[in-house]
């Protein structure tokens, strides 16, 4: 994906050129054809809701484009980060239920000794981990691994793997630090991600979702192309046919899932995202829904209108909405998903098979003119 107020711009000026044009027929709003056009998504679900009820609901495009297959109510998506915010819901439910607590020692969680070399006397919270404060990065030999996979102990001994600032003081993106909330809670309750999350989180709020994408229905789950340059670049088919179940915990190798390896629909991830604005009626209680919702630390770069507070991005930039958003994006495989709502638990979800990647002070344009389109007035 473009990184950078560079890349991106060089990436918007050959979108038109040569990226990947839609394929699908109308059949859909006219602004909002107009704005998944410009951003030449494959195909997309779009779940609306307002003052916490679901309303509108959009399907347009390929979840298989090779095969012509549509997006339909059902498919099911690949989450990418958004999985992020998923994984806090059930740290939060675990909270809230008193089997869990976002100040709790890493090291007491994984059950060894987890220290920044710089500052061995810090102690490294979850809920740095989730707020992404850990001083932990992804390091050189994380993405290695997702080719060779490596024991979770051992990433965490190499080099460059945390920042030299102090834990807790510093805000840096880390996918390998969100995914190590999966191997944390493999350790303490001694079951898989995948069960723990269908026992706590998914069964209890009726949403259809997992972790285990062997567990998937390769008919229902939609591909990824990348629009530029274009490529299939997530074959569902093909995937799924080679994953393993998922049964048992692993917390030496599960880092890769509660970062962004989650499938679920359209409505599930509305309805999770609901969860997350108004705790669902004391599924969450106010503490775990306040230390969800409250930033603690924003991007470096000023020009980024985000904060991050433990699994939710908050988004206070006029040029975009006038009022405050909170939610998730997801990037991966071209993929381009989103879950945003405000205070008055108005907003929507959007996950789709591939769409323009490009940014705007870390938003998707794609995010931003679906903000723009579909919360741009505030219901009475």
């Not at 439910?93 to 920044?116: C, F």
Request: hydrophobic share 40%.
């Amino acid at each position: 994906m473009p990184v950078g107020s560079l890349k991106n711009t060089l990436y918007g000026l050959a979108l038109p050129v040569l990226g990947k044009r839609c394929e699908w027929p109308g059949g859909i709003s006219d602004p909002l054809e107009k704005v998944l056009r410009k951003h030449h998504v494959v195909g997309t679900a779009i779940q609306r809701f307002e003052k916490g009820g679901m309303t509108d609901f959009y399907t347009v495009g390929y979840a298989s484009l090779e095969k012509k297959r549509p997006v339909e109510q059902e498919t099911i998506f690949r989450t990418a980060s958004v999985a992020k915010m998923v994984t806090a819901l059930l740290v939060f439910r675990l909270q809230t239920k008193g089997l869990l607590n976002t100040n709790e020692d890493i090291s007491e969680l994984l059950g060894y000794p987890v220290r920044n070399p710089a500052h061995p006397d810090k102690r490294i919270t979850l809920g740095m981990v989730l707020s992404h404060t850990s001083s932990i990065v992804d390091s050189p030999a994380y993405f290695a691994s997702f080719a060779n996979p490596a024991p979770l102990r051992g990433l965490l001994q190499a080099e460059n793997a945390f920042l030299t600032s102090e834990p807790g003081t510093v805000f840096r993106y880390s996918n390998l630090a969100a995914g190590m909330v999966g191997c944390m809670l493999e350790n303490r309750f001694e079951m898989s991600i995948e069960s723990l999350a269908q026992r706590e989180l998914f069964q209890p709020l009726r949403v259809t979702a997992t972790f285990d994408m062997s567990s998937l229905d390769s008919a229902l789950t939609a591909d990824s192309w990348r629009v530029l340059p274009p490529a299939l670049a997530f074959d569902a088919h093909s995937r799924i046919a080679a994953a393993k179940s998922m049964g048992e915990p692993d917390p030496e190798k599960h880092y890769l899932l509660a970062s962004g390896s989650l499938f679920l629909t359209a409505q599930a991830l509305a309805k999770l995202a609901l969860t997350a604005w108004n705790g669902a009626g004391g599924f969450l209680n106010e503490e775990s829904l306040a230390q969800m919702q409250t930033p603690i630390l924003g991007w470096p770069d000023q020009t980024v209108k985000m904060q991050h507070g433990m699994g939710l991005l908050k988004m206070d930039d006029p040029a975009v909405l006038n009022r405050p958003l909170w939610g998730h994006q997801g990037f991966a495989y071209g993929a381009v998903n989103g879950v945003f709502f405000d205070a008055q638990g108005n907003g929507f979800a959007c996950l789709n098979s591939g769409a323009s990647e490009r940014r705007a002070g870390h938003l998707a344009c794609l995010n931003r003119d679906l903000i723009a389109l579909l919360m741009k007035e505030n219901p009475a």
